[in-house]
Nanobody
C-alpha cells in the first residue's frame, strides 16, 4: 500500500516562510504529477501547485511569486517552499500524487492523498 507522509507545517508570522515535504512510500512503479492542495475552515479544498515528473509546474494565482514547488524523483518526494506567507494562507495542506500502477499487463493511474499538515499564519 502506498502512503504519502507530509511534514513541515506549523505556526509562522506573516511574512515568514515554511517548507513542506511529502514523501511517497510503498511499492511504487512510477509517479506522474504531484501537487499540493489546501483547505481552510469552511472552504472547499483548492489547488495550490502541481509539478509533473518532467518538472512542469502550475500555481494558483494567489500563490504565484511566493510559493515554489519542486520534487526529487529519486526520493519520491515533493516539496513546497512558501515565502511571504499571509494570514489567508492558513489552511490544512494536503499532498497529492498520481501513481502509475499495474495489474497484470494492465496499467492505470491511481490518486493518493496525504493526511494533511496544518499551516497557520498569524498577523
Amino acid at each position: 500500500q502506498v502512503q504519502l507522509v507530509e511534514s513541515g507545517g506549523g505556526l509562522v508570522q506573516a511574512g515568514g516562510s515554511l517548507r513542506l515535504s511529502c514523501a511517497a512510500s510503498g511499492i511504487i512503479l512510477s509517479i506522474n504529477t504531484m501537487g499540493w492542495y489546501r483547505q481552510a475552515p469552511g472552504k472547499q479544498r483548492e489547488l495550490v501547485a502541481t509539478i509533473t515528473r518532467g518538472g512542469t509546474t502550475t500555481y494558483a494565482d494567489s500563490v504565484k511569486g511566493r510559493f515554489t514547488i519542486s520534487r526529487d524523483n529519486a526520493k519520491n518526494t515533493v516539496y513546497l517552499q512558501m515565502n511571504s506567507l499571509k494570514p489567508e494562507d492558513t489552511a490544512v495542506y494536503y499532498c497529492n500524487a498520481l501513481l502509475v500502477e499495474r495489474s497484470g499487463s494492465y496499467y492505470y493511474v491511481r490518486q493518493y492523498w496525504g493526511q494533511g499538515t496544518q499551516v497557520t499564519v498569524s498577523s
